[in-house]
């Protein structure tokens, strides 16, 4: 039985008494009665489960959260306060004004203190209109402020008073025993009012390794909840909860239950439906499932020694590991002819991975460009890599490997031309063909991947966007006798070619004179 007491750290002992002498010096106050206090939500959970948190709401059952935490920095003026806490530092307390539209009808406080990122908030309860997930609030009990929340396992209050843990929700603590996310009330209506749930009861799951309850499941799969979801939340909303879940623990765990749940145009939507709703899942599994398996991939396993090989050269920090999983969920999007320009003559639209990003989850400027990058190059990719597998039988032993310098320069000036984040573009690469081969043979395409990209290893190339010209624009412009303009930029390019297709001549005066044998080329006459 899940138990019903925590163990306070120190510096948790002290906050909890520290807010204790605030409640009665407040009930000494005139026209005050003493709050009642309770640590809520996600710290009680994550103390139940033995995992530190440094942040921890105050729920409050008299007061707005702000008023309490003036009356806490009047406290700490208190000479007997000052010498009880000598060490404290309340920090500036952030008032946050009253806003209907943001969900803050009742004044909140957020304050650091010993160390503690804390929010003071006073107990609530929540009415919801059709059209919105905002809610109407009021102050509420404890057993309300429970009811209103998103599941039973972020439900649990620790009450300061009595030193323990209270489940007004009556199952909590059997939810957390038997890994269970499920909604207090009614499912259905619980995401109804706010479909942002969906995605959070997504994201615990993946986070904590539960379930989801099955009448929880089936109401996050209904059609009006699925276009409540649509409708009611911001795209940047949407994008927050997905790249939580990315950046999670078990990232696989979250897209098999968007894709199983049949959630995923919702979250990838964008304005050109037709192009948005072609997006073909029926592979998509193949995709993420591949993801998991490279990042846990070991020596014995199935492939162990090709996807070892891959892993170690494109998931080298936690940012490739991100991108991997995003790619693989954009995966669906890889052959989806891009949006039509929306004016005659305009420039073409980006790929349609890189709208469905952008449109669907608002994802950043710089993680567009990764996507962009890797869906743009994705058949050039593909095309090196067969054309460098081709030339003699796969393996992953780049001594084996016989290259010669046409090709070391064609890989390397690829390699530049996709740029400095390749490596994700490449792993797109593995993902969609894996996917576009989901029951054929992955082997071929695990040796050709791993002896590619060993033999990229071997000729020093992995870092090809690095390499910078050996003579600068100003030398070349004097020694040709022509004044700089847009050749200089080609004619840098053609320096690095020529480095990496000879890379026994590095010499300025060498550089410079295969640029002028080429000044033809560059219309220099």
Same mark, same amino acid.
């Given at each position: 039985?899940?138990?019903?007491?925590?163990?306070?750290?120190?510096?948790?002992?002290?906050?909890?008494?520290?807010?204790?002498?605030?409640?009665?010096?407040?009930?000494?106050?005139?026209?005050?009665?003493?709050?009642?206090?309770?640590?809520?939500?996600?710290?009680? &959970?994550?103390?139940?489960?033995?995992?530190?948190?440094?942040?921890?709401? $105050?729920?409050?059952?008299?007061?707005?959260?702000?008023?309490?935490?003036?009356?806490?920095?009047?406290?700490?003026?208190?000479?007997?306060?000052?010498?009880?806490?000598?060490?404290?530092?309340? #920090?500036?307390?952030?008032?946050?004004?009253?806003?209907?539209?943001?969900?803050?009808?009742?004044?909140?406080?957020?304050?650091? $203190?010993?160390?503690?990122?804390?929010?003071?908030?006073?107990? &609530? %309860?929540?009415?919801?209109?059709?059209?919105?997930?905002?809610?109407?609030?009021?102050?509420?009990?404890?057993?309300?402020?429970?009811?209103?929340?998103?599941?039973?396992?972020?439900?649990?209050?620790?009450?300061?008073?009595?030193?323990?843990?209270?489940?007004?929700?009556?199952?909590?603590?059997?939810?957390?025993?038997?890994?269970?996310?499920?909604?207090?009330?009614?499912?259905?209506?619980?995401?109804?009012?706010?479909?942002?749930?969906?995605?959070?009861?997504? &994201?615990?799951?993946?986070?904590?390794?539960?379930?989801?309850?099955?009448?929880?499941?089936?109401?996050?799969?209904?059609?009006?909840?699925?276009?409540?979801?649509? $409708?009611?939340?911001?795209?940047?909303?949407?994008?927050?909860?997905?790249?939580?879940?990315?950046?999670?623990?078990?990232?696989?765990?979250?897209?098999?239950?968007?894709?199983?749940? #049949?959630?995923?145009?919702?979250?990838?939507?964008?304005?050109?439906?037709?192009?948005?709703?072609?997006?073909?899942?029926?592979?998509?599994?193949?995709?993420?499932?591949?993801?998991?398996?490279?990042?846990?991939?070991?020596?014995?396993?199935?492939?162990?020694?090709?996807?070892?090989?891959?892993?170690?050269?494109?998931?080298?920090?936690?940012?490739?590991?991100?991108?991997?999983?995003?790619?693989?969920?954009?995966?669906?999007?890889?052959?989806?002819?891009?949006?039509?320009?929306?004016?005659?003559?305009?420039?073409?639209?980006?790929?349609?991975?890189?709208?469905?990003?952008?449109?669907?989850?608002?994802?950043?400027?710089?993680?567009?460009?990764?996507?962009?990058?890797?869906?743009?190059?994705?058949?050039?990719?593909?095309?090196? %890599?067969?054309?460098?597998?081709?030339? #003699?039988?796969?393996?992953?032993?780049?001594?084996?490997?016989?290259?010669?310098?046409?090709?070391?320069?064609?890989?390397?000036?690829?390699?530049?031309?996709?740029?400095?984040?390749?490596?994700?573009?490449?792993?797109?690469?593995?993902?969609?063909?894996?996917?576009?081969?989901?029951?054929?043979?992955?082997?071929?395409?695990?040796?050709?991947?791993?002896?590619?990209?060993?033999?990229?290893?071997?000729?020093?190339?992995?870092?090809?966007?690095? $390499?910078?010209?050996?003579?600068?624009?100003?030398?070349?412009?004097?020694?040709?006798?022509?004044?700089?303009?847009?050749?200089?930029? %080609?004619?840098?390019?053609?320096?690095?070619?020529?480095?990496?297709?000879?890379?026994?001549?590095?010499?300025?005066?060498?550089?410079?004179?295969?640029?002028?044998?080429?000044?033809?080329?560059?219309?220099?006459?």
């Amino acid at each position: 039985m899940m138990q019903k007491t925590v163990q306070l750290s120190e510096q948790e002992a002290t906050l909890r008494q520290l807010l204790l002498d605030v409640s009665g010096y407040i009930g000494t106050l005139e026209g005050c009665s003493k709050p009642q206090l309770r640590f809520t939500g996600g710290w009680v &959970r994550d103390k139940l489960l033995g995992v530190g948190s440094q942040d921890i709401d $105050i729920g409050i059952d008299s007061m707005t959260g702000f008023k309490f935490g003036t009356l806490m920095n009047q406290y700490l003026e208190q000479p007997e306060a000052q010498e009880k806490y000598p060490t404290s530092k309340l #920090g500036k307390l952030a008032k946050i004004a009253a806003n209907p539209e943001k969900s803050k009808h009742l004044e909140t406080a957020t304050t650091k $203190i010993l160390g503690f990122e804390i929010d003071l908030v006073n107990l &609530r %309860k929540e009415t919801y209109t059709e059209d919105s997930r905002n809610p109407q609030m009021e102050f509420g009990t404890p057993e309300d402020d429970a009811l209103r929340r998103d599941a039973t396992v972020n439900a649990l209050f620790y009450n300061l008073d009595k030193s323990e843990v209270e489940d007004f929700t009556g199952r909590g603590l059997q939810d957390m025993e038997r890994g269970v996310i499920k909604t207090p009330l009614s499912p259905y209506q619980t995401f109804k009012d706010d479909p942002l749930r969906v995605l959070r009861a997504i &994201r615990f799951a993946s986070r904590l390794g539960y379930r989801i309850d099955e009448a929880d499941e089936q109401a996050m799969g209904d059609r009006d909840i699925r276009e409540a979801l649509k $409708i009611k939340i911001t795209r940047e909303r949407v994008g927050v909860e997905l790249t939580k879940m990315l950046k999670g623990p078990d990232p696989m765990l979250a897209l098999s239950l968007i894709d199983r749940l #049949g959630l995923y145009h919702t979250i990838f939507s964008f304005s050109s439906s037709e192009n948005s709703q072609s997006a073909d899942t029926r592979n998509w599994a193949v995709a993420y499932n591949e993801a998991q398996r490279l990042t846990t991939a070991g020596p014995n396993d199935d492939h162990g020694a090709e996807r070892c090989a891959i892993k170690s050269i494109l998931l080298r920090d936690t940012d490739d590991i991100y991108h991997m999983w995003l790619l693989s969920a954009l995966v669906p999007f890889a052959r989806v002819p891009p949006p039509a320009p929306k004016r005659p003559n305009a420039k073409a639209s980006p790929s349609s991975a890189a709208t469905a990003a952008r449109e669907g989850i608002k994802a950043d400027n710089n993680t567009i460009k990764v996507i962009e990058s890797a869906a743009v190059h994705l058949n050039e990719i593909i095309h090196i %890599k067969d054309t460098a597998v081709d030339e #003699g039988p796969p393996t992953t032993s780049p001594l084996k490997r016989k290259q010669d310098p046409i090709s070391h320069e064609i890989q390397g000036m690829a390699i530049r031309r996709w740029g400095p984040s390749w490596r994700s573009s490449v792993m797109f690469a593995l993902l969609t063909q894996i996917s576009e081969a989901a029951r054929g043979d992955h082997r071929k395409l695990f040796e050709g991947y791993a002896s590619w990209l060993s033999t990229l290893q071997n000729l020093d190339l992995l870092e090809a966007y690095r $390499i910078k010209p050996l003579v600068t624009g100003d030398k070349l412009s004097k020694a040709l006798g022509v004044k700089p303009g847009p050749w200089m930029s %080609k004619a840098l390019e053609m320096v690095v070619a020529w480095q990496l297709r000879s890379p026994d001549e590095q010499s300025e005066e060498a550089a410079i004179s295969e640029i002028t044998s080429r000044k033809k080329e560059l219309g220099l006459g």
